[in-house]
């Protein structure tokens, strides 16, 4: 059996890494569609037992070729997801390290897309853009890039001091002399209360829990300055009522319209470019601004 010589070609690595009972198959598939040659699976990872498994991929290769190798950190809770993420960082040292996405329950590439949605049929700079269900893992995100290059983000919960708290925490975490756009906070316990928020709005994104609706047919008919409809709830009923799940631009009674099928197209495109991304060098940390920069440069 012929053996590799030293210069041949590394075999990209994928090192996925769940907090999970078991590890995604969502993920698995797209790393593997994405071009991944080798994908290693490790469950139920927290911060407490990810070093060990971070040192692997850091000390079995050169520094030259650490690009071969990168992590991608996943499962259902965001938080853990954002801790081991955090840990990774702090056991990286000088050029020992290899590149990193971050996807939560795929909430960074679903953000981004709804974003990336919106960008592309308004200018933001210029425009107002409401949040349903900011209090939620992609709400939360969501909200975080738009207040980078929306004139105003409005945020929306059926507990105002919730969406308040988002807010709050958006304006804490923005870099030190960044510009941010207006942030507000409403609530959304009843329709006279969500339809005086959403007066003067270009786009809303309702990012709300499965079969949860959150916006009725007959109010944004109503809403004359409104343009961009996105829902990302594909569990009916719709979180918008009135879009149908393959939307994808389609126009009803003057709004372009986007379900969560329509807009989980782009993720998917946004998901396999950041995962190839991940073998260009060895030290990208893709978190949610680094994806939305991939997802902003697709055609």
Known sequence: ???LSPTSPKKKILVQ????????????VVAVDSGVEHLLQ????RSDNVTGLVHGCIFTRGVDDLKHTAIFIGGSNVATTASIAEQIRKTFFGPMRVSVMVDGNGSNTTAVAAVVTVHRHLDLSQS?????AATGPVGSIA????????????????DKSKAEQVAAAVRSSAVAGGALGQLRSYSSANASELIAGLEGCQAVIACGAAGVQLLAMSHWRELAELKVLIDLNAVPPTGIEGIEAFDNGKQRDGKICFGPIGVGGLKMKIHKASI????????????????????????
Not at 143 to 157: G, P, Q, T, Y
Request: aromatic share 10%; net charge negative; glycine share 2%.
């Open 1 to 3: 059996m012929s053996q």
């Open 17 to 28: 890494l769940d907090c999970d009972t078991f590890p995604s198959t969502f993920d698995a």
């Open 42 to 45: 490790y469950p139920s990872i």
């Open 128 to 132: 107002v853009v409401a949040v349903l």
């Open 143 to 158: 909200a975080k890039l738009l207040a980078r290059s929306a004139k105003e983000v409005r945020l929306f919960s059926r």
């Open 276 to 299: 190839r991304t991940l073998f260009e060098t060895n030290s990208a940390f893709l978190d949610s601004f680094e994806i939305l920069d991939i997802g902003l440069k697709l055609s």
